[in-house]
């Protein structure tokens, strides 16, 4: 289970998240099926090589094991707030998120950093606890200052969000790949 945190007022932000977490579930499955296709092509290819000689054996059994361990995509929770103040307790697992999962990476809108009283990513790179959590801010439009200064407190990663519906999914879709998928290995 993934868990990502969002912290963005704005509701159409909220819906093109979900949206950009299914799209990278769509791609995950199709690498699945894309790889299961591949692997019976590569068990027909085994199973006439083993006909012929018995030196492969080895070599099915290491495919079996690799069977064995495929597991299906990982599912993906996207905790949302609007205000930084709750973004803060549900990291710090405090009342009333003392239950709350480590997120696999915390976005943050840019207007909201700098118009909040705390910013949550100064605070998550100011915990010990919490600063090796990816932190990516988002912004639509901004000023190269204002993007310097989010470099300055800590973020990860900084996307510039085009205008366009279509095009900000599949920008929130490749984002949410990229940091599920490459970075956290």
């Not at 239950?99 to 976005?107: D, G, K, L, N, Q």
Request: include cysteine.
């Amino acid at each position: 289970m993934r868990d990502l945190v969002l912290v963005d007022s704005q509701p159409a932000r909220v819906r093109l998240f979900r949206e950009a977490i299914a799209v990278y579930r769509e791609r995950l499955e199709h690498l699945q099926t894309r790889n299961e296709a591949v692997t019976e092509k590569a068990r027909t290819q085994m199973e006439r090589a083993r006909k012929a000689s018995r030196a492969l054996q080895s070599a099915t059994l290491r495919r079996r094991d690799l069977a064995s361990r495929r597991q299906a995509p990982d599912e993906v929770r996207l905790h949302v707030f609007p205000c930084t103040e709750e973004a803060l307790k549900f990291l710090r697992q405090e009342p009333p998120y003392e239950w709350a999962p480590r997120p696999t990476v915390v976005f943050t809108d840019l207007y909201l950093e700098e118009t909040a009283r705390a910013s949550v990513i100064e605070e998550l790179k100011a915990d010990a606890g919490l600063r090796s959590i990816p932190a990516v801010t988002l912004c639509s439009e901004a000023t190269e200052a204002q993007i310097r200064e989010a470099w300055a407190a800590g973020s990860n990663a900084v996307v510039r969000l085009s205008g366009e519906t279509p095009a900000m999914l599949s920008q929130v879709a490749d984002t949410l790949e990229f940091w599920l998928q490459e970075a956290v290995l």
